[in-house]
């Protein structure tokens, strides 16, 4: 986005990735934020932040800090489903409650969440990662009924599996598990759908050829999907 002359107010925990996105020529400023988003004294800083870069207006906010876990429900702790539910959930919400005045003050202004395809259809073994991203996508439904009077969108951005380093940061589990890489899309892919969809004021994309088929044969049958599902478990 600051490729395109956006000031983006960049956050993560790890300052030598910010260090060098920051160093990174661009048309806009990338403003690097190091924190933990879980906090609630960085989420204030992120919003004080981005407020003073232009009188108090926000145009976007994207919440796109995720973390996941897989395997069985019955063999993790409830450390793994906390943690999920505080990174997933609980602080791109917290941070949109943070955003509102600000976006209420933005031209046209956009909330856009990444979810994820298990947003829409669960499947085995990421109960807690279903879990969050199937909360996100309920917050922002109705979310984006509330905020419509006030003309601001809310986007959400479902991708399917990213080879990212998501894989690496699991929590609480087995080093063995891993997902498929068939069909995997690029970060940067992800991210140029999920700009397109902020341009066009999208409410809802789903990102790839396997996610629509998995999201859309959920859609029109329900109990089949479950079956098949069952029968991978
Ligand atoms: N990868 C997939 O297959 C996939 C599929 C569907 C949806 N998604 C969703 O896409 C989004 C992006 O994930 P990704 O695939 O790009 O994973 P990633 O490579 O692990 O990137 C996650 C980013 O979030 C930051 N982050 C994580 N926890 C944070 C925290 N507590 N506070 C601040 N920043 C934090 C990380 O930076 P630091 O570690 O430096 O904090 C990193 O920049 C997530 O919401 C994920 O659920 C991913």
């Known amino acids: 986005m600051s490729d395109r002359g956006a000031n983006v107010v960049a956050v993560a925990r790890r300052a030598d990735r910010l260090a060098s996105l920051a160093q990174r020529p661009t048309v806009g400023k990338v403003i690097p934020l190091v924190g933990d988003v879980t906090n ?5 800083a992120i919003i004080d932040t981005a407020a003073r870069v232009r009188d108090g207006e926000i145009d976007l ?35 949109t409650r943070l955003a509102l005045p600000h976006l209420a003050h933005g031209r046209a202004a956009v909330v856009c969440n990444i979810s994820s395809v298990l947003g829409h259809r669960a499947v085995a073994n990421k109960s807690e990662y279903c879990a969050s991203k199937f909360a996100i996508h309920g917050f922002s439904d109705s979310l984006r009924a509330e905020l419509a009077p006030q003309g601001i969108q809310v986007t959400l951005v479902s991708p399917s599996t990213t080879d990212s380093e ?24 992800v991210a140029r759908a999920a700009l397109a969809a902020i341009k066009t004021r999208k409410s809802e994309v789903i990102l790839s050829a396997g996610g629509k088929a998995l999201v859309y044969a959920d859609r029109i049958s329900p109990p089949i999907m479950n079956a098949i599902l069952r029968s991978k478990g």
């Not at 609630?40 to 204030?44: A, D, F, I, S, V």
């Not at 994207?62 to 943690?83: E, H, K, S, Y």
């Not at 998501?166 to 609480?172: A, K, N, T, Y």
């Open 61 to 95: 906010l994207v919440n796109n800090a995720g973390i996941g876990g897989i395997g069985p429900f019955a063999d993790a702790t409830p450390d793994r489903l906390r943690q999920i539910m505080e990174v997933n959930f609980f602080a791109p919400v917290e941070l």
């Open 166 to 189: 998501f894989f690496d940061s699991l929590v609480h589990t087995d080093a063995n598990q891993t997902s498929s890489s068939i069909g995997r899309w690029t970060p940067d892919r």
């Open 40 to 44: 609630g004294e960085t989420r204030q």
